[in-house]
């Protein structure tokens, strides 16, 4: 199995755990923003294996609609809403 190596660029976290309700919360508002400054922005979607065997592929394009349904409640972050 190939060694997991941490990805370039900046990571966010906090110092408490976080809910899922309240993730689900902040990545929706912060799709929001994203979208109020280009609405029809093509998006990408891409299967992240980093911690399983290194993988990081592109799947296929979304658009903002689609990233609402997988992030706005728990269910759709945590579950295959957000596998497909």
């Not at 809910?19 to 689900?24: F, K, N, R, T, V």
Request: charged share 25%; with cysteine.
């Amino acid at each position: 199995m190939k060694e997991f190596s941490k990805p370039e660029g900046i990571n966010f976290s906090c110092v408490d755990n976080v809910s899922g309700d309240e993730l689900a919360i902040a990545l929706c508002r912060t799709a929001s923003f994203l979208q109020a400054d280009n609405p029809y922005l093509p998006l990408h979607l891409y299967h992240d294996w980093w911690e399983h065997d290194g993988l990081h592929f592109y799947r296929r394009g979304i658009d903002f609609d689609e990233l609402f349904k997988m992030i706005c409640s728990p269910p759709g972050t945590f579950g295959s809403d957000a596998r497909r």
